[in-house]
Nanobody, 121 residues
């Protein structure tokens, strides 16, 4: 099994910062991409940021220049540093990891439980 546990969400004023963490554990052979999605009420889940095993990053246009994704491979953890937060950043943030499990030649996506981020105006 593979589990992803998220932390770091909360309530912050517009212009403030939060740092989300997501740690993977379990039967992990290696992790390919990791990243974050978010979902606001009544809206579809959207990709916020992703990072490859080699460190290549990709961001949604709405967060470029404000958010930074990083990972610590030794800890199987992905982070999302969110600066200059806006009310429209409010939503539930879900991390994911593309994991190759031990004794497996293929990879699958696993998801965290979600963490609430609320940005007040």
């Amino acid at each position: 099994q593979v589990q992803l546990v998220e932390s770091g969400g909360g309530l912050v004023q517009a212009g403030g910062s939060l740092r989300l963490s997501c740690a993977a554990s379990g039967s992990i052979g290696s992790i390919r991409s990791m990243g974050w999605y978010r979902q606001a009420p009544g809206k579809q889940r959207e990709l916020v940021a992703q990072i490859s095993s080699g460190g290549t990053t990709n961001y949604a246009d709405s967060v470029k220049g404000r958010f930074t994704i990083s990972r610590d491979n030794a800890k199987s953890t992905v982070y999302l540093q969110m600066n200059s937060l806006k009310p429209e950043d409010t939503g539930v943030y879900y991390c994911y990891a593309e994991v190759r499990r031990v004794l497996s030649v293929s990879s699958s996506n696993y998801w965290g439980q979600g963490t609430q981020v609320t940005v007040s105006s």
